[in-house]
């Protein structure tokens, strides 16, 4: 086969293989992607961060263990030359969070030497099997995992241009890890098959649902008839773990998903009545030929009327309009937290009683946003989504198109090598990946630590 067959053929296999790992782009004329490795992690593996806290008797340090099942990929940004199996390799970039520079340097030369063994021959399935399978043992990692040696501001000029590190805090480092570890987890069980403890059914992950203070699973269908059974006898607090010594309750989005919604309308009352003694969580319609009270959803300012069925938004007070902002001008939110603010106390729960807690505090964060974004964030060039840069380097992904962009400039930046960007000689945010990322903590401020 020629090496263009080669690598179509190789690329087609890869993303047959493996679910949302490989992404195929191109470089002008030449194949390129990104290919996402999660390596395998022993059991009970955790992550070890120490947390520096300030007391009566000075400062004191404390270790903090966190376990988890999954850590971020290593993301392999490759692009293939036309001669590529035949005569030269795919030229590629290594980044991660939790690895530092000179151990990704380590895995560069390692992917170097697979491919100088086995010159002619398709390698990307080799690469990515490495970085799953041997990664720990190769950079002799064990649990836990230190995350204050991920950062290592160590001058070191033989660094490889290739190995691209984007966190540069460990502390800022932890929330990231939790965070994927979390979602991945999630997803693994939604893929996963489980045993129904009541009707010992095996099941697909997507089809069962999790009580997430005890863990315990069972499947769709005998939740939504226990449900229903205990909805309909008016025993809202009997919505727990069908364990006998389980006490874990349901979340409400789980019982909406499962039950008809006659039944959730009802149920939706029902938690209303016990929950009376705290006006903190609810709200009114505010259609005036109603103004029935009205249960407020958790996180959301969707809410919907049990008595006239308004969905409405808690904040603006109109119909539900998504993730679109308010139609409610600025000023008038304004206006809502300055009359707040200077109310007396009866005046104050009278408004409390009219909007809700909840939906007055949302309005005296949302009264200040637009003016926030303008100052801390920028747009994405191709969605146009507001995008926050916490830490990290100049390399910005869109979380809501997935595009790479530059921080400094603000234009698009290559799929396959994003980095390019930074390395190219020429360009206007050339050696500039980290300019302007604050480095707290670091001895030598002025030395060169490699970057290029």
């Known amino acids: 086969m020629s090496d263009q067959e080669e690598q179509d053929d190789e690329l087609l296999a890869l993303t047959s293989i493996y679910d949302n790992v490989l992404k195929v782009t191109k470089e002008g004329e030449l194949n390129g992607g990104e290919l996402s490795a999660s390596p395998v992690?022993?059991?009970?593996?955790?992550?070890?961060?120490?947390?520096?806290?300030?007391?009566?008797s000075g400062e004191t340090s404390e270790t903090e263990l966190h376990i988890i099942r999954y850590l971020p990929p290593i993301l392999l940004n490759f692009v293939?030359?036309?001669?590529?199996?035949?005569?030269?390799?795919?030229?590629?970039?290594?980044?991660?969070?939790?690895?530092?520079?000179?151990?990704l340097g380590k895995l560069c030369?390692?992917?170097?030497?697979?491919?100088e063994e086995n010159?002619?021959?398709?390698?990307?399935?080799?690469?990515?099997?490495?970085?799953?399978?041997?990664?720990?043992?190769?950079?002799?990692?064990s649990s836990p995992l230190e995350l204050a040696h991920v950062i290592n501001p160590r001058k070191d000029s033989n660094l490889d241009d290739r190995a691209i590190q984007e966190i540069s805090s460990e502390h800022e480092l932890?929330?990231?890890?939790?965070?994927?570890?979390?979602?991945?987890?999630?997803?693994?069980?939604?893929?996963?098959?489980?045993?129904?403890?009541?009707?010992?059914?095996?099941?697909?992950?997507?089809?069962c649902t999790i009580f997430h203070d005890c863990d315990h699973v069972y499947c769709n269908e005998c939740m939504r008839d226990y449900?229903?059974?205990?909805?309909?006898?008016?025993?809202?607090?009997?919505?727990?773990?069908?364990?006998?010594?389980?006490?874990?309750?349901?979340?409400?989005?789980?019982?909406?998903k499962l039950v008809s919604p006659d039944l959730f309308s009802k149920y939706d009352q029902l938690l209303f009545q016990t929950s009376l003694d705290t006006m903190s969580d609810v709200t009114f319609c505010p259609r005036p030929v109603c103004q029935s009270p009205v249960l407020m959803e958790r996180?959301?300012?969707?809410?919907?009327?049990?008595?006239?069925?308004?969905?409405?938004?808690?904040?603006?007070?109109?119909?539900?309009?998504?993730?679109?902002?308010?139609?409610?001008?600025?000023?008038?939110?304004?206006?809502?937290?300055?009359e707040y603010l200077s109310a007396d106390s009866a005046t104050k729960k009278l408004l409390e009683k009219r909007y809700g807690k909840i939906t007055i505090q949302q309005a005296l964060e949302e009264s200040f946003s637009n003016e926030w974004l303008k100052q801390h964030s920028k747009q994405c060039p191709g969605c146009g989504a507001f995008i926050q840069k916490i830490d990290g380097c100049n390399k910005m992904t869109c979380m809501k198109c997935r595009a790479y962009f530059c921080w400094i400039c603000n234009s698009s930046l290559s799929r396959a090598n994003p980095y390019s960007h930074y390395n190219t000689h020429g360009s206007p945010c050339y050696n500039k990946l980290f300019e302007g990322v604050a480095i707290d903590d670091w001895e030598d401020e002025d030395d060169d630590w490699g970057w290029d």
């Open 174 to 207: 932890l929330p990231v890890i939790l965070e994927f570890n979390k979602q991945e987890k999630f997803r693994q069980f939604e893929k996963s098959s489980f045993t129904c403890k009541v009707c010992f059914s095996e099941k697909a992950g997507v089809n």
């Open 41 to 56: 992690l022993p059991d009970d593996f955790c992550v070890k961060i120490l947390k520096n806290q300030k007391g009566s």
């Open 299 to 338: 996180e959301t300012t969707l809410a919907t009327c049990p008595v006239c069925h308004f969905t409405f938004c808690t904040l603006c007070r109109l119909v539900y309009h998504g993730l679109s902002p308010c139609k409610l001008k600025a000023d008038g939110l304004l206006k809502l937290r300055e």
């Open 119 to 141: 010159t002619g021959c398709v390698v990307l399935f080799m690469w990515n099997t490495f970085l799953q399978d041997e990664l720990f043992d190769f950079l002799s990692l």
């Open 109 to 115: 030369k390692k992917l170097d030497s697979i491919w």
């Open 80 to 103: 293939l030359p036309k001669d590529y199996p035949s005569c030269n390799a795919p030229q590629f970039t290594l980044s991660c969070k939790w690895l530092n520079r000179q151990q």
């Open 227 to 256: 449900f229903s059974v205990q909805i309909r006898d008016g025993n809202v607090k009997g919505l727990e773990c069908p364990d006998d010594k389980c006490e874990s309750q349901a979340h409400p989005a789980q019982v909406k």
